[in-house]
Structure formats: structure tokens, C-alpha cells
């Protein structure tokens, strides 16, 4: 009889005891039951002496003792809370605290094994967990799972900014899965789950500042394929915070202000100079040739030729396609797409009707069709900016899917 894998839930916790009971229901319902909650409550040690940030500490501590009175689930906990405990001034933030949770389940673990990344703002049907087991159960050979999100909202005036931001984020993702680019994902810490043996085999979670999941779904990727796609959805909150430096919380603090720079739409064009530069590569590995994103990736690396030495260090085509991709990786990519923005002079709205006419036109409806020629993410409705979302989210499930299925 073969061992069914163990799952194990990682949730890093600051400030959340508002939050923790409903959580906690959602994972008391869920259908599969077999599974570990591993949390780090953390802060930093200095602010037990800090009064701006005591009741953060003081909020921790509520949480601590809700988890400890918690008798229907199995939970562990890593307390990086209490006085003497917290973070030193040098190491902490939620990156730390994934790390520390992850990497205490991979000591523990079996490689077939099982981490769910969660958040403890983050609403999950009661069918999450089985609907995640049964996709690592499929696809015993994928690194992990970028899973689809949606947010709820709130029927105030954080909607017009969330259904913003939200737009942004699936315009970007449906034109990386347009392009056929492996580095196809949209990064939630609240989202994504991955088999013990693919988290020790890229290395661990690197705890940067932020951006953490970024970054680790990179790593998944570079080591292998990650999927995109399940039936079920996480539900992340749309609320404001400064705990990280981008993200969602940071988005909705800076557009509140109506600063939306950090968060553009990149013209299609652009995604298409990194299709050009990507089906390049077979050619490169024969001959020196001019790419799309030769100027860009020079003045990143510093180097006039960044092909020269991949062709000198992998003798074959297939390694050496898989060094230029994790070359030119999700990180370059985003970085090249800004670079080519500095000189736009269209607006967020011109670009994506653009795009809209261009890829989905036949596919809108006539009252979508319509209105979308007067969009304004300031002025136009909240209805038609969720019907604008909801568009690119039936979209951009129906292009997870399809992409899935054609890398099976």
C-alpha cells in the first residue's frame, strides 16, 4: 500500500487575530482532513519597546493564545512573538517568516509531501485542500501550483481601487500566457502550493524583504513547470497595509493617493518582444543574431553579449534554450517591460482597449463592447470596472486551463 502524502498548511501571522476564528472555520470545514497547520506568529523583538508598533506585538499574543485553544485542528506553533522571541533587527518580515515555516516542514517531511502557502486574511472554500491534493496526485512531476484568486469586494471605496489593481494583474498574466512564457504567473503568498521535494530542489523560500513569493515561484519554475490551474479559488482580502514594500495592500495604500506608477499596463507589443527574443533562442544557439531585448539585457548585465558565454558554457541546444530562459527570467522580463514604459504617453485605459479590440473583441459582449471605449479608472462606474474584471477573469481561467492541459 503506497503512503498517501502528508499536507502541511503554512500561515505566517502579524496582527491577524481579527481574522484568525474565521480562518480557522474555513480549515475546520474543509473536506480533507489529514493535514498540519504550521504558523509563525512573528514581529520584530524592538517592538515590544516601541509604542507605535506594541499593539502589534500585544495582537499577536491574542492570536498565540487563539491557535493554542484551538482543539479541532492540529496546529503547530512557532512563536517569533513573544518578549526575546521576535526578529532581530536584521532578519524578519514575512519572507522570514515563510521561510521558517517551510523550512521546518521540509526538515520534518517526506518529499512527496505537501505545503499549502496561505494568508490568514485569505477566505478558502471548503474544498481547497482536496482540490490541491488532487492536482499534485495528478501531476506527481510538476514543482508547484500557482492557484486562481479573486477578490471580494467590499462595497465601499475600496472597490474602485482593488478591481484596479486586479485588472492590472490579469492583464499582465493573460499576456504572459499569450506569449507562451514559462514565467506565466501572478505571485500570491496567500495561493500557491508546491511538493516537499521541489521546494529542497530550488533551494528553499529566499527571505527577501518582499516579494518572497515572487521569487520562490521563480525558483519552481527554473527547476521545472509550474501549473496554473484548479476549479477551486482562494479569496485573498482587499485591505490596505504597509508590511511590504509592493503587493496588494501597498497598491491600494498608493492609489488611494492616485499614484498608479508602480503598477502600469505594458503595451502588448512589448510582452511580443519577449515572445521574439524567447523563439530566438534555438537560432542563437547557431549564430550570433540580434534580439528584441539585446539593448536592455546589456545595459542590465553589463555585458555587450549576453549569448556569447551560455554558448560557450552548454554545448547542446536544449540546455543551453533552458540557460537563456532562466537568463531572461521573470524578474528581467518585468524589469524590460518598465524599461520600454519610461517613454509611453498612452494612458492604463487606452492600452488595455487596445488590447481588448486586438485579442478579444469577438468575445465581448455587445454591452462590454460598448462602454469600454469610455473607460476611466477614476470616473467610469464600479460596474462596469467588475464587469471589466470579471471578463479577464473568465479569460484568464479558460488560457490557465488551456495552458495546463497542453503541458500535460
Same mark, same amino acid.
Given at each position: 500500500?503506497?503512503?498517501?502524502?502528508?499536507?502541511?498548511?503554512?500561515?505566517?501571522?502579524?496582527?491577524?487575530?481579527?481574522?484568525?476564528?474565521?480562518?480557522?472555520?474555513?480549515?475546520?470545514?474543509? %473536506?480533507?482532513?489529514?493535514?498540519?497547520?504550521?504558523?509563525?506568529?512573528?514581529?520584530?523583538?524592538?517592538?515590544?519597546?516601541?509604542?507605535?508598533?506594541?499593539?502589534?506585538?500585544?495582537? *499577536?499574543? /491574542?492570536?498565540?493564545?487563539?491557535?493554542?485553544? %484551538?482543539?479541532?485542528?492540529?496546529?503547530?506553533?512557532?512563536?517569533?512573538?513573544?518578549?526575546?522571541?521576535?526578529?532581530?533587527?536584521?532578519?524578519?518580515?514575512?519572507?522570514?517568516?515563510?521561510?521558517?515555516?517551510?523550512?521546518?516542514?521540509?526538515?520534518?517531511?517526506?518529499?512527496?509531501?505537501?505545503?499549502?502557502?496561505?494568508?490568514?486574511?485569505?477566505?478558502?472554500?471548503?474544498?481547497?485542500?482536496?482540490?490541491?491534493?488532487?492536482?499534485?496526485?495528478?501531476?506527481?512531476?510538476?514543482?508547484?501550483?500557482?492557484?486562481?484568486?479573486?477578490? /471580494?469586494?467590499?462595497?465601499?471605496?475600496?472597490?474602485?481601487?482593488?478591481?484596479?489593481?486586479?485588472?492590472?494583474?490579469?492583464?499582465?498574466?493573460?499576456?504572459?500566457?499569450?506569449? *507562451?512564457?514559462?514565467?506565466?504567473?501572478?505571485?500570491?503568498?496567500?495561493?500557491?502550493?508546491?511538493?516537499?521535494?521541489?521546494?529542497?530542489?530550488?533551494?528553499?523560500?529566499?527571505?527577501?524583504?518582499?516579494?518572497? @513569493?515572487?521569487?520562490?515561484?521563480?525558483?519552481?519554475?527554473?527547476?521545472?513547470?509550474?501549473?496554473?490551474?484548479?476549479?477551486?479559488?482562494?479569496?485573498?482580502?482587499?485591505?490596505?497595509?504597509?508590511?511590504?514594500?509592493?503587493?496588494?495592500?501597498?497598491?491600494?495604500?498608493?492609489?488611494?493617493?492616485?499614484?498608479?506608477?508602480?503598477?502600469?499596463?505594458?503595451?502588448? %507589443?512589448?510582452?511580443? *518582444?519577449?515572445?521574439?527574443?524567447?523563439?530566438?533562442? @534555438?537560432?542563437?544557439?547557431?549564430?550570433?543574431?540580434?534580439?528584441?531585448?539585446?539593448?536592455?539585457?546589456?545595459?542590465?548585465?553589463?555585458?555587450?553579449?549576453?549569448?556569447?558565454?551560455?554558448?560557450?558554457?552548454?554545448? @547542446?541546444?536544449?540546455?543551453?534554450?533552458?540557460?537563456?530562459?532562466?537568463?531572461?527570467?521573470?524578474?528581467?522580463?518585468?524589469?524590460?517591460?518598465?524599461?520600454?514604459?519610461?517613454?509611453?504617453? /498612452?494612458?492604463?485605459?487606452?492600452?488595455?482597449? %487596445?488590447?481588448?479590440?486586438?485579442?478579444?473583441?469577438?468575445?465581448?459582449?455587445? @454591452?462590454?463592447?460598448?462602454?469600454?471605449?469610455?473607460?476611466?479608472?477614476? /470616473?467610469?462606474?464600479?460596474?462596469?470596472?467588475?464587469?471589466?474584471?470579471?471578463?479577464?477573469?473568465?479569460?484568464?481561467?479558460?488560457?490557465?486551463?488551456?495552458?495546463?492541459?497542453?503541458?500535460?
Amino acid at each position: 500500500m503506497i503512503d498517501k502524502p502528508r499536507v502541511y498548511i503554512a500561515l505566517p501571522i502579524l496582527g491577524e487575530s481579527d481574522n484568525i476564528k474565521e480562518l480557522l472555520n474555513c480549515f475546520r470545514l474543509q %473536506e480533507f482532513r489529514s493535514f498540519e497547520i504550521v504558523a509563525c506568529v512573528n514581529q520584530y523583538d524592538s517592538w515590544w519597546q516601541n509604542p507605535d508598533k506594541e499593539h502589534i506585538c500585544k495582537d *499577536n499574543q /491574542k492570536s498565540i493564545e487563539l491557535l493554542n485553544f %484551538e482543539a479541532d485542528l492540529n496546529i503547530y506553533i512557532i512563536d517569533k512573538s513573544s518578549k526575546g522571541n521576535g526578529w532581530p533587527k536584521k532578519k524578519g518580515g514575512v519572507g522570514w517568516a515563510r521561510k521558517t515555516i517551510m523550512d521546518y516542514i521540509s526538515d520534518k517531511s517526506d518529499p512527496k509531501d505537501i505545503i499549502i502557502s496561505i494568508d490568514a486574511d485569505t477566505y478558502y472554500p471548503i474544498n481547497y485542500i482536496q482540490s490541491v491534493i488532487s492536482f499534485f496526485d495528478d501531476n506527481t512531476e510538476l514543482t508547484g501550483l500557482s492557484i486562481p484568486y479573486y477578490h /471580494k469586494l467590499n462595497r465601499d471605496n475600496t472597490d474602485r481601487l482593488i478591481l484596479r489593481y486586479e485588472i492590472y494583474m490579469r492583464y499582465y498574466l493573460l499576456n504572459m500566457i499569450r506569449i *507562451n512564457n514559462p514565467y506565466c504567473y501572478t505571485a500570491l503568498g496567500s495561493a500557491m502550493a508546491f511538493p516537499v521535494w521541489a521546494y529542497r530542489k530550488a533551494g528553499g523560500l529566499t527571505p527577501v524583504v518582499a516579494g518572497e @513569493d515572487f521569487y520562490f515561484l521563480q525558483k519552481l519554475v527554473k527547476i521545472g513547470t509550474i501549473g496554473l490551474w484548479t476549479s477551486v479559488l482562494a479569496y485573498p482580502s482587499p485591505r490596505f497595509s504597509d508590511r511590504v514594500s509592493f503587493g496588494t495592500g501597498p497598491a491600494l495604500m498608493k492609489g488611494s493617493l492616485g499614484n498608479w506608477t508602480s503598477y502600469p499596463h505594458y503595451k502588448s %507589443e512589448h510582452f511580443d *518582444n519577449v515572445f521574439e527574443t524567447y523563439s530566438l533562442f @534555438d537560432q542563437l544557439f547557431m549564430e550570433e543574431i540580434k534580439t528584441p531585448m539585446d539593448e536592455f539585457l546589456s545595459e542590465q548585465t553589463k555585458y555587450a553579449n549576453i549569448w556569447a558565454p551560455l554558448r560557450k558554457n552548454y554545448k @547542446d541546444q536544449k540546455n543551453f534554450c533552458k540557460a537563456c530562459s532562466n537568463k531572461v527570467d521573470g524578474l528581467r522580463i518585468l524589469q524590460y517591460l518598465r524599461k520600454q514604459h519610461e517613454d509611453n504617453i /498612452k494612458s492604463d485605459e487606452d492600452i488595455i482597449i %487596445e488590447y481588448l479590440h486586438k485579442y478579444h473583441e469577438s468575445e465581448m459582449d455587445s @454591452d462590454l463592447l460598448l462602454n469600454i471605449e469610455g473607460l476611466d479608472y477614476e /470616473k467610469s462606474p464600479i460596474r462596469l470596472l467588475n464587469t471589466l474584471r470579471d471578463f479577464l477573469f473568465d479569460k484568464e481561467m479558460e488560457l490557465r486551463k488551456f495552458r495546463f492541459v497542453n503541458i500535460n
